[in-house]
């Protein structure tokens, strides 16, 4: 069984920076993609950033690319994002999925965290 905590969300100012937390535990995920997806009230959850176990290969959408950055430390078993210059239209719950074919898409992941609030005012 796979387990994800994200944490590092909360209330900040339209220009501000959080940096949000995945760690993972379970088994191991040298093999695995880890994505960021999003999900603001009334909307469908929708892709953020994503970003192979390894490190090499990493994908953003359009929205966040050059303010967001997604990392991994393998040895804690943690994917970070990195989100700067935030908008008040990044305001969300933030989920991270861990799966074998990863991707935009949700159904290229196996497991989901529980999510962590996001707010932003302008």
């Known amino acids: 069984q796979v387990h994800l905590d994200e944490s590092g969300g909360g209330l900040v100012q339209a220009g501000g920076s959080l940096r949000l937390s995945c760690a993972a535990s379970g088994r191991t995920f040298s093999s695995y993609s880890v994505g960021w997806f999003r999900q603001a009230p009334g909307k469908e959850r929708e892709f953020v950033a994503s970003?192979?176990?390894?490190?090499?290969?990493?994908y953003y959408a359009d929205s966040v690319k050059g303010r967001f950055t997604i990392s991994t430390d393998n040895a804690k078993n943690t994917v970070y994002l990195q989100m700067n210059s935030l908008k008040s239209e990044d305001t969300a719950v933030y989920y991270c999925?861990?799966?074998?074919?990863?991707?935009?898409?949700?159904?290229?992941?196996?497991?989901w965290g529980q999510g962590t609030q996001v707010s932003v005012s302008s």
């Open positions: 970003i192979t176990w390894s490190g090499r290969s990493t």
């Open positions: 999925g861990a799966g074998r074919y990863g991707g935009r898409w949700r159904s290229g992941y196996d497991y």
